[in-house]
């Protein structure tokens, strides 16, 4: 049996600009992978079925794993190879960290290795997308930029050579993604701002000629005006954060992981231990560029 890491993401950006007719949205977004990952291991079976063992017990019936095997197996009906996926889970369901969406991905990497049809790197994004918007992201992962509803990436070469120390902050509060963007469109909110277009490309620029002043003076999400009245309890854990003095601090993706930047160590270790104290997890994480 083979295992392979499936790394979560944060949105170190993220504004949403527009609702189209077909109900997604038009998003600017930066993701950047993180290291901490689920585990999936697979080995072929002798049944000629796809098989998803959760080893958490905490997967949906409906689950990206099942869902990326099925749209990859249509490419290729003619094959009855049948694989057996066993997931460990660390990911955050509901923490806007991508869990499920990297998930995806991996399975339609296995799949492409096992089943030997060599697709390219644009055809499995293709593939991707009819998992999820964000699922496109996680085939080749690092630092993208993130446009259209998902399904325009590039991928960023960044200049950083200080050391940029986060720590994941997890409420334990599933959010769910549809219902916080049914609240920003009850709210209006999806519209194009010239202030966000700016920060934008700020941040972009900072990890591009290694400015970590750029990158943390425009950290940004639409989502957290809305989430944190929708959910209390995360803003109270985002302002407990912010006594810590972090470099800055934002909410990833719909949440409600939190993540905060700090220049040492020592600081962030001494956040963790406050959070811990009041009953928080939270742990200490690196980007993967």
Same mark, same amino acid.
């Given at each position: *049996? ?12 993220? &504004? ?24 999936? @291991? ?19 019936? &409906? ?33 806007? *960290?991508?869990g ?11 799949l492409?290795?096992i089943y030997?049809t ?22 080749r ?17 960044p200049?950083?050579k200080?050391?940029?120390?986060i ?18 469109? &009850?709210?209006?909110? @999806?519209?194009k701002?010239?202030k966000?277009?700016?920060k ?23 989502f ?9 309890d ?7 954060i912010?006594?810590?003095n972090?470099?800055?601090?934002? *909410?990833?993706? @719909?949440? @409600? ?29 690196n980007?993967?560029?």
């Amino acid at each position: *049996m083979k295992t392979i890491k499936s790394y979560s993401k944060i949105n170190l950006f993220l &504004d949403i600009l527009s609702k189209y007719k077909n109900g997604y949205h038009k998003i600017n977004s930066l993701f950047c992978e993180t290291d901490l990952y689920d585990e999936i @291991s697979y080995r072929e079976n002798a049944i000629g079925e796809i098989r998803v063992f959760d080893e958490s017990n905490i997967l949906p019936k &409906d689950n990206t794993l099942t869902k990326a095997a099925n749209i990859f197996l249509d490419t290729v009906p003619h094959l009855k190879i049948g694989v057996d996926f066993h997931i460990v889970k660390n990911i955050p369901i509901g923490g806007g *960290m991508g869990g499920g969406s990297s998930n995806g991905a991996q399975v339609l990497k296995i799949l492409n290795e096992i089943y030997e049809t060599h697709y390219s790197i644009k055809k499995l994004e293709r593939l991707a997308l009819k998992i999820g918007s964000d699922v496109p992201f996680f085939i080749r992962g690092g630092l993208q930029k993130v446009t259209g509803t998902g399904n325009i990436l590039r991928k960023l070469k960044p200049n950083i050579k200080s050391e940029i120390i986060i720590v994941l902050t997890f409420p334990n509060i599933e959010v769910n993604t549809s219902k916080a963007y049914n609240i920003i469109d &009850d709210n209006n909110l @999806s519209k194009k701002e010239y202030k966000n277009i700016v920060k934008y490309k700020n941040i972009i620029s900072g990890f591009l000629s290694n400015d970590l002043n750029k990158i943390v003076n425009n950290t940004y999400n639409k989502f957290e005006s809305v989430i944190f009245k929708e959910y209390p309890d995360i803003e109270n854990i985002y302002n407990l954060i912010k006594t810590t003095n972090p470099l800055t601090l934002f *909410m990833s993706g @719909s949440g @409600s992981t939190l993540v905060s930047i700090f220049t040492s160590n020592e600081e962030a270790n001494k956040s963790i231990n406050i959070l811990s104290n009041n009953g928080i997890k939270a742990i200490k994480s690196n980007l993967l560029y």
